[in-house]
C-alpha cells in the first residue's frame, strides 16, 4: 500500500464544474504539498499545508491533520486547469529521507 | 518556480551511454533534492544535497547512479551505462535552509529532464 493514495485517478468533468481531488496519507507529515504538472511540463508547486485552508484564485486546500487527509477544490473549472494534480507528504525525517513521498497523480481533463 | 534550471531539458542516449543532468537551484537555495518520474509512475525521490554534501541517497540506485553538488556550479546527477528503464523525466527541486518555521519547507521544482535511451 502507497503511503500517499489519491483518488481519484482519472477525472474528466465539463467546464464550470466544482472539482474535488482526495488524498490520504499513512504516516506522521511535518508538510503536505499540492503539485499542477502539464503534459510535457515542469511542476509547479500550488499549495503548501500543515494545518487548516488555504484559497488561491479557483483553487482551495484543505488539511485534516487527526484524519491523515487533504483535499483540493477547483471552483469553476476551466480547460486550461486540465493537468496532473499530484499530492506529496514531507514525512517527520527522523533520520530518514528528508524528500517529499508522492502519489501518483489524479489526471484532470476539463472538457469546454 | 522559474529560478531552478535544469538542463538540458532533453536528452537521448544509446545503451551503454553516460547521461548528466544538472540543476542550478533558487538563488539563495542550498538543498537540492532529485526525483524520477518513470512512465505511467508518480514521483520517487532519489536523493537529497546539500553543497558538497549527500545528505540522503536512499532513493538512488546503487548501481551506475550518482549525484553531487560541488562548492561552485550546478548539481549533477549522473548515470553510467544507462539503460531502456532508465528512460524517465528527472526533476531536480530546490529549498532554502530547513527551519522551524513553515517556509522552511518551501520546495521549488524545475521543469524537468527527460531522459530517453535507445
Known sequence: ?112 | NAGVMQNPRHLVRRRGQEARLRCSPMKGHSHVYWYRQLPEEGLKFMVYLQKENIIDESGMPKERFSAEFPKEGPSILRIQQVVRGDSAAYFCASSPVPGQGIDGNTIYFGEGSWLTVV
Not at chain 1, 485552508?53 to 486547469?81: F, V
Not at chain 1, 486540465?82 to 533520520?95: D, F, L, N
Not at chain 1, 502519489?103 to 476539463?110: D, E, F, S, Y
Request: hydrophobic share 35%.
Open chain 1, 1 to 112: 500500500k502507497n503511503e500517499v493514495e489519491q483518488s481519484p485517478q482519472n477525472l474528466t468533468a465539463q467546464e464550470g464544474e466544482f472539482i474535488t481531488i482526495n488524498c490520504s496519507y499513512s504516516v506522521g507529515i511535518s508538510a503536505l504539498h499540492w503539485l499542477q504538472q502539464h503534459p510535457g511540463g515542469g511542476i509547479v508547486s500550488l499549495f503548501m499545508l500543515s494545518s487548516g485552508k488555504k484559497k488561491h484564485g479557483r483553487l482551495i486546500a484543505t488539511i485534516n491533520i487527526q484524519e491523515k487527509h487533504s483535499s483540493l477544490h477547483i471552483t469553476a473549472s476551466h480547460p486550461r486547469d486540465s493537468a496532473v494534480y499530484i499530492c506529496a507528504v514531507r514525512p517527520y525525517s527522523g533520520g530518514g529521507a528528508d524528500g517529499l513521498t508522492f502519489g501518483k497523480g489524479t489526471h484532470l481533463i476539463i472538457q469546454p
